[in-house]
């Protein structure tokens, strides 16, 4: 193939209403869209760093990205193999934009093969993944069996009261995610899941700050609730610690936070050696980043409940190349992502 053009532009997505953590408040998603042209084809990628759960600012990821396009501007013909070998020469921790440029290339190769994203990576790959609800963005009438739940944040009494409140309402069928964003020590922890253990809760998520491992592991000899690291998990070598340390039944993965398909699929096969979960979430995307994550799970053959229903958060009406129906997400069926906007 040969790349014909190469284009990054900023964009700004405004949330709904804003949306609090323990520990952060998004109002606002910013990041890039690239483009890679080839003749009449082109791919996008998205390289949007998450703040509270990213390292990279979005000034290293614009830099980044224009000596990626400076490297490969009059490369002549190419192939997948030299454009993906060139990244991480210019995207050193920089996962977000590993993340973004791997989509760009995979979206053209598959649109060049005429197969769908998830399918270029992995002709068994799936055409729907399963994804869990948000309280505060989806009712019961949605119908997800997995619904998370932010804590951490109120007086345990409260939360008890939340979670009795939300088993009424959702029912006793369906589990709860609990995210705490880091925001516990572990006395609190301990007693929050002796506590919560009466209800049907399927883990509970980032309970300790990032690096409290040691105290994830202790945790995890004092309650029967499976414990999961988000935050924790930032790359392949956070990854490896977590396993180390034994910190955590589940990891979850958040290719815009950890990497691209390179980087995810080595955590997730890491992770399936040692019987930990692994659960691929978005990380407030918009249409091609939210796309990507679900291509990515279904070519790692996740089969857990991913937590990938995050488009209704925002304002803009995205042309959705995908539908979310009882807590399924349907993958587009058109060649490479399915994303049809003409995004620059
Ligand atoms: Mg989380």
């Known amino acids: 193939m040969k790349i014909t053009d190469f284009l990054i532009t900023p964009f700004q997505h405004k949330l709904i209403n804003p949306l609090k953590t323990a520990n952060q408040h998004y109002s606002h998603r910013s990041g890039f869209i690239i483009k890679i042209n080839s003749e009449d084809l082109f791919g996008c990628g998205e390289s949007s760093p998450l703040s509270g759960f990213s390292a990279e600012s979005l000034k290293e990821v614009s830099y980044a990205l224009e000596s990626y396009h400076l490297a490969i501007m009059d490369i002549g013909e190419t192939s997948v193999a030299e454009l993906l070998s060139f990244i991480p020469i210019h995207c050193e921790d920089l996962p977000s934009v590993e993340f973004g440029l791997e989509t760009a290339i995979y979206d053209l190769a598959s649109k060049i093969e005429g197969k769908t994203f998830s399918q270029y990576l992995n002709p068994n790959a799936k055409d729907q993944i399963k994804s869990n609800g948000i309280v505060g963005i989806h009712t ?119 990497g691209g398909f390179t980087t995810c699929s080595k955590i997730v096969e890491m992770a399936t050696t040692e019987k930990i979960i692994s659960v691929i979430t978005s990380s407030l995307e918009g249409p091609i980043g939210l796309s990507a994550c679900a291509h990515f799970a279904s070519a790692l053959s996740i089969d857990e409940v991913c937590g990938l229903s995050t488009a209704s958060l925002f304002e803009d009406s995205f042309s959705s190349p995908f539908s979310i129906k009882k807590g399924v997400f349907y993958l587009s069926q058109k060649p490479g992502l399915g994303v049809g906007i003409n995004v620059a």
Do not use: W
């Open 140 to 258: 019961p009438k949605d119908n997800y069996k997995i619904m998370k739940v932010k804590v951490g944040f109120r007086n345990l009494f409260d939360e008890l009261n939340n979670l009795d409140e939300l088993t009424t309402q959702f029912g006793k069928d369906v589990k709860f995610r609990l995210d705490a964003n880091g925001n516990m020590d572990l006395p609190r922890a301990i007693r929050f899941c002796k506590e919560v253990e009466k209800f049907n809760i399927e883990y509970v998520e980032q309970p300790l700050p990032k690096n409290d491992l040691e105290d994830l592991a202790e945790l995890r000899n004092h309650t029967s609730i499976p414990i999961a690291v988000d935050e924790s998990l930032t790359d392949f070598h956070s990854a490896e610690k977590i396993m180390n340390a034994q910190a955590a039944n589940v990891f979850i993965i958040k290719p815009t936070v950890s």
